[in-house]
Each structure stands twice: as structure tokens, then as C-alpha cells.
């Protein structure tokens, strides 16, 4: 009976420490590999990752721009290093690869720790509510998963999609390869196409503000449709 009890706080130990050190490790890897300038620059886009509202939307495409920028007030001019757009997208996604690993193992300690506890907590009560938010993604699970996680959105990352996964009753290791999925995809498309915007600025400024226009009406007619459906839902 001893013996079973030391195994299980010695499972329950490692699985607690090792997406910890997993995540110190590549760390290491990175700041051992990539010029001074552009591992500041990625160590302060990752920590800014998990700062609300930014998300991987805002943070990649500042990650993949380079070159001379002003600082208001002070008006001191820094040339800022380009991220290459595979180690942008990749460094970003396994950052949610990494808190989807700690959540598959320590879901119920991370309810404990402060903010982020709260925050588990309220996004379990919208789900349970059956919220038109995200009752899309229950008929679709996995693939659900991979898009909610894919679709560059605020809040979602892998903590909300680790939630929603449990919550229609998905398998930790399913929840986990989904948030994965969805974060590998959706982070390199971003970094891709935001490089592209950035090169088809550079060349051509009208068709590249024209590009960025109609993808912003695009968003703006989804959001619109969106709201139009869930409030024919509340209205019957």
C-alpha cells in the first residue's frame, strides 16, 4: 500500500515538472541558437502571449516584422530584428503545445492556482450553460477542437480549448493532440501570411492595404453574422 502511494506522488510529480521542464529546455534550445536581438525580441512576444488581449493574432505578425520603429514620447528610433516566420509560428504554438500538456495532466491543480483557477472556472460555467459561444464545437469534437484553436481569436488558446474538450466528455490525450493540431496550424498560417502582407506592403502599399481591408470587412461580416444567429436563437 506504501509502495502504491510513493509511485502515485512520484507520477503525480513528474507529471506536474515535466512540461515545466520541457518548456525550460526549449528555452535553452532557443536562446542557444538564434541571434541575441531575435531571442529578446521572442522571449518578450511569448511572455506577452499569455497578457489579455493580446493573443497569437497580434503577437506573431509583430514577431515576423522587422526593421526601424519609434518610441513615442522619448522618440528614440530601434531597429527591431525579424523572427523567421517557421520559428515565429512554431515558438507560438508550442507554447499552447506546452500548457495543453501541463492542463492534460494537472487540470485539477490548475483550478487551485489564483486568476487562472477563476478563470477555468467561469469558462466551465458558459460552457455548461450551453452558451451559443461555444456550443458549435460539442457535434464536432476533435475537428472542433483543432479550429477553435486554429481560428485566431481571443481566448482561443489551449487553456480554454482544454476546458471545452472535457467538458463534451473528449479523452485528455485527444484534447491534447487537438490543441496541438490546432496550434501548429493556425500559428504558421499566420506567420506565413503575415510576412506576405508585410512584403506585398513593402512592394505594393495600395494592394496591400487594400488586402488588409477586406480581410477586416470579412471579419466584421462574420462577427455580424454571428450575433444575427445567436439572437434569432434567443428570440425563439
Not at 485528455?172 to 493556425?186: H, K, N, R
Not at 506592403?201 to 496591400?208: A, H, K, V
Request: hydrophobic share 55%.
Amino acid at each position: 500500500m506504501q509502495d502504491d502511494n510513493k509511485s502515485d506522488i512520484l507520477e503525480s510529480t513528474a507529471k506536474f515538472f515535466i512540461p515545466i521542464i520541457i518548456g525550460a529546455v526549449a528555452l535553452l534550445i532557443l536562446y542557444l541558437i538564434i541571434d541575441e536581438e531575435s531571442v529578446g525580441k521572442l522571449f518578450f512576444l511569448m511572455f506577452a502571449y499569455f497578457v489579455p488581449p493580446l493573443g497569437k493574432e497580434s503577437v506573431i505578425p509583430i514577431g515576423v516584422k522587422g526593421g526601424e520603429i519609434t518610441i513615442p514620447l522619448i522618440n528614440k528610433h530601434l531597429i527591431v530584428a525579424e523572427i523567421d516566420p517557421l520559428v515565429m509560428g512554431i515558438t507560438i504554438a508550442f507554447v499552447d503545445i506546452v500548457v495543453a500538456l501541463f492542463l492534460v495532466w494537472n487540470y485539477d491543480i490548475a483550478k487551485k492556482i489564483p486568476l487562472i483557477g477563476k478563470f477555468m472556472e467561469k469558462i466551465e460555467n458558459i460552457g455548461k450553460s450551453s452558451s451559443d459561444k461555444y456550443g458549435w464545437i460539442k457535434p464536432l469534437r476533435f475537428i472542433g477542437i483543432v479550429l477553435f484553436v486554429m481560428v485566431p481569436f481571443q481566448g482561443s488558446g489551449a487553456v480554454v480549448g482544454s476546458i471545452l474538450g472535457r467538458l463534451i466528455g473528449m479523452k485528455p490525450w485527444t484534447i491534447f493532440f487537438g490543441i496541438s493540431t490546432g496550434a501548429l496550424t493556425g500559428c504558421l498560417l499566420i506567420a506565413y501570411f503575415s510576412d506576405v502582407i508585410f512584403e506585398i506592403l513593402e512592394t505594393n502599399f495600395l494592394q496591400g492595404l487594400l488586402l488588409i481591408i477586406v480581410l477586416f470587412i470579412t471579419i466584421i461580416m462574420l462577427i455580424m453574422y454571428k450575433k444575427s444567429k445567436k439572437n434569432k436563437i434567443i428570440n425563439k
